[in-house]
């Protein structure tokens, strides 16, 4: 006879690049969506966005998050007309707040809601929106050793369901985009600080995903504002012993975002057959 075994969730980060990539169907959001389907189907999901900074910690516990458009409107009117309607998880949210203790962690029923760095991905990975979905906000205040231990006290929820993601970008210089040029060959300093990421996440490396800036001038120029980064430390800090990691994408847009996205899975067990 054979049991099952229940596997921790995984826990992924996802590269979003432009609010743009919400009106799109390209080789990324397939495979996000591919990414999503490989994964078993979340309860819940945690989100860690770029584009939730705030001077302590708060967490969306709301009934029914709104969607936000937080960006200009150079993109687009069209972008202002969409909406992601996932149900929020209040119970989740105390949850997470439970967790992240010592840290005071604010229930926000009214402020905020979905920003576009989570719908603008969650739109394609799970386009549905029947998934709960709470935002974990970033302390701007805090250093990247900070962010990484936020990630390690959410740990737990993997075994209860929920699905730890971050979005940001590894590479994120908006002041030297090449707008017309999406897919030229990335800057140099671009490429080299992309694959060190990389290969430290692969390496299961933490210690080199928190002293990024000790990459010198790769490192400001990559990352001249630290708030698309973080967003990977509190993945790299759910890591479980043993998660293998995986990259279903891994190149740079417009010469200086980078749209990486990893996946950090539980190796199943080994099975034996009893006599």
Same mark, same amino acid.
């Given at each position: 006879?054979?049991?099952?075994?229940?596997?921790?969730?995984?826990?992924?980060?996802?590269?979003?690049?432009?609010?743009?990539?919400?009106?799109?169907?390209?080789?990324?959001?397939?495979?996000?969506?591919?990414?999503?389907?490989?994964?078993?189907?979340?309860?819940?999901?945690?989100?860690?966005?770029?584009?939730?900074?705030?001077?302590?910690?708060?967490?969306?516990?709301?009934?029914?998050?709104?969607?936000?458009?937080?960006?200009?409107?150079?993109?687009?009117? =069209?972008?202002?007309?969409?909406?992601?309607?996932?149900?929020?998880?209040?119970?989740?949210?105390?949850?997470? +707040?439970?967790?992240?203790?010592?840290?005071?962690?604010?229930?926000?029923?009214?402020?905020?809601?979905?920003?576009?760095?989570?719908?603008?991905?969650?739109?394609?990975?799970?386009? =549905?929106?029947?998934?709960?979905?709470?935002?974990?906000?970033? =302390?701007?205040?805090?250093?990247?050793?900070?962010?990484?231990?936020?990630?390690?006290?959410?740990?737990?929820?993997?075994?209860?369901?929920?699905?730890?993601?971050?979005?940001?970008?590894?590479?994120?210089?908006?002041?030297?985009?090449?707008?017309?040029?999406?897919?030229?060959?990335?800057?140099?300093?671009?490429?080299?600080?992309?694959?060190?990421?990389?290969?430290?996440?692969?390496?299961?490396?933490?210690? +080199?995903?928190?002293?990024?800036?000790?990459?010198?001038?790769?490192?400001?120029?990559?990352?001249?504002?630290?708030?698309?980064?973080?967003?990977?430390?509190?993945?790299?800090?759910? +890591?479980?012993?043993?998660? +293998?990691?995986?990259?279903?994408?891994?190149?740079?847009?417009?010469?200086?975002?980078?749209?990486?996205?990893?996946?950090?899975?539980?190796?199943?067990?080994?099975?034996?057959?009893?006599?």
């Amino acid at each position: 006879m054979s049991s099952e075994v229940s596997l921790p969730m995984p826990v992924v980060f996802f590269g979003h690049g432009s609010p743009a990539i919400a009106r799109e169907t390209n080789a990324v959001t397939r495979t996000w969506r591919e990414m999503a389907d490989a994964m078993p189907r979340p309860k819940a999901i945690v989100c860690i966005s770029a584009h939730w900074l705030t001077r302590g910690t708060a967490v969306t516990a709301m009934a029914r998050p709104r969607t936000i458009h937080d960006f200009g409107a150079g993109l687009g009117a =069209d972008l202002f007309e969409i909406s992601y309607p996932a149900p929020g998880a209040p119970e989740l949210a105390e949850r997470v +707040r439970d967790l992240l203790a010592p840290t005071p962690v604010a229930l926000d029923t009214q402020q905020w809601g979905l920003d576009h760095g989570t719908w603008s991905v969650l739109m394609k990975a799970y386009p =549905d929106a029947d998934t709960p979905v709470v935002q974990l906000s970033m =302390d701007a205040t805090k250093p990247p050793a900070w962010h990484y231990e936020q990630g390690r006290r959410l740990r737990p929820l993997r075994d209860e369901g929920v699905l730890i993601m971050g979005t940001g970008n590894t590479v994120h210089n908006l002041g030297v985009m090449d707008w017309p040029g999406r897919f030229r060959p990335p800057y140099d300093w671009a490429a080299r600080f992309s694959d060190h990421i990389r290969d430290a996440v692969v390496e299961d490396a933490p210690e +080199r995903l928190i002293a990024y800036a000790d990459q010198g001038q790769d490192a400001a120029l990559a990352q001249p504002s630290p708030d698309h980064y973080w967003p990977l430390l509190y993945v790299a800090g759910a +890591r479980l012993p043993g998660d +293998r990691a995986s990259v279903p994408v891994d190149h740079i847009e417009h010469r200086s975002v980078g749209m990486s996205s990893f996946v950090l899975s539980p190796a199943a067990p080994a099975t034996s057959l009893a006599a």
